[in-house]
């Protein structure tokens, strides 16, 4: 597995070399935003995002933007901010978790095969395959499928799940894990597509924060917590609608929300 680092303190590049290397992971380190953007630009072959918040001549914020107008590959973020609006921003910029400065690494370790698996790769070692790199999905979203009226629904073992979803003007192809508008993939995080795919599932019906809250645990006991459910369906409502578009995702104050 291939980590794209961004990091302005030597010390801790080699620190995290250091460790992450004998955690089985292959570790590709920038010290600045020009050289981080430079390498975007050229193509990423990485599994993972770490970045810095604070940079010599720009911020984390800017890459993480520029990374995922390209691609849905976990980004968690390094920051020495652990306020409120720092993790928003975050958040808000597409970043799928973060960790405040000074950390641990075998809770850095964690949270990195943490966001592996929401992706659908396999952190220990084998290749990225799910909604990151728009792969071979995870079985239990690849087996999500369309009745004929057009409603998502769980569906038993076998079956295709390559039927196109409808959600506003745009297109879910659960096969491929891609949005379509208009002809353009909409970049998703690994997050806010297993919170479209909850949704989609569950079309019609309200759901309350707390069973979107536990639809979004991670098997390795990570989980989102309130505060981050509501940017991630603030996310995915700012990238399924544009002005003048009927709501996807509507708000049912003070229980949950519901995609009709």
């Known amino acids: 597995m291939r980590v794209f680092l961004v990091e302005d303190d030597p010390i801790i590049i080699e620190g995290l070399k250091i460790a992450l290397t004998?955690?089985?992971?292959?570790?590709?380190?920038?010290?600045?935003?020009a050289g981080a953007l430079a390498k975007i630009a050229e193509g990423m072959d990485f599994d993972v995002c770490l970045l810095d918040v604070m940079l010599p001549d720009g911020d984390g914020y800017t890459i993480c933007k520029a990374i995922r107008e390209r691609s849905r590959i976990p980004i968690l973020f390094l920051t020495a901010c652990d306020d409120e609006v720092h993790t928003v921003l975050a958040l808000e910029?597409?970043?799928d978790d973060y960790i405040a400065k000074p950390?641990?690494?075998?809770?850095?370790?964690?949270?990195?095969k943490a966001v592996l698996r929401r992706s659908g790769a396999d952190p220990d070692g084998n290749p990225a395959g799910g909604a990151a790199s728009g792969a071979v999905l995870p079985a239990?979203?690849?087996?999500?499928?369309?009745?004929?009226?057009?409603?998502?629904?769980g569906t038993a073992s076998g079956?295709?799940?390559?039927?196109?979803?409808?959600?506003?003007?745009?297109?879910?192809?659960p096969l491929?894990?891609?949005?379509?508008?208009?002809?353009?993939?909409?970049?998703?995080?690994?997050?806010?597509?297993?919170?479209?795919?909850?949704?989609?599932?569950?079309?019609?019906?309200?759901?309350?924060r707390r069973q979107l809250l536990n639809d979004m645990?991670?098997?390795?006991?990570?989980?989102?917590?309130?505060?981050t459910l509501t940017v991630y369906v603030r996310r995915l409502r700012k990238k399924l609608e544009e002005d003048g578009d009927a709501p996807v995702i509507d708000t049912v104050r003070g229980i949950g929300y519901r995609m009709d």
């Open 159 to 173: 079956a295709a799940g390559t039927d196109i979803v409808t959600i506003g003007r745009n297109k879910l192809n």
């Open 140 to 153: 239990s979203e690849r087996d999500l499928a369309v009745n004929a009226e057009g409603t998502a629904c």
């Open 103 to 112: 950390f641990r690494i075998r809770e850095l370790t964690a949270r990195i």
């Open 176 to 208: 491929s894990g891609r949005v379509m508008r208009d002809g353009e993939e909409i970049m998703l995080t690994s997050a806010e597509y297993r919170l479209l795919l909850t949704f989609v599932r569950n079309r019609g019906r309200l759901l309350t």
């Open 93 to 95: 910029q597409g970043a």
């Open 22 to 33: 004998q955690e089985g992971f292959e570790v590709e380190a920038f010290m600045d935003m």
């Open 217 to 227: 645990w991670d098997e390795s006991g990570d989980f989102v917590n309130d505060n």
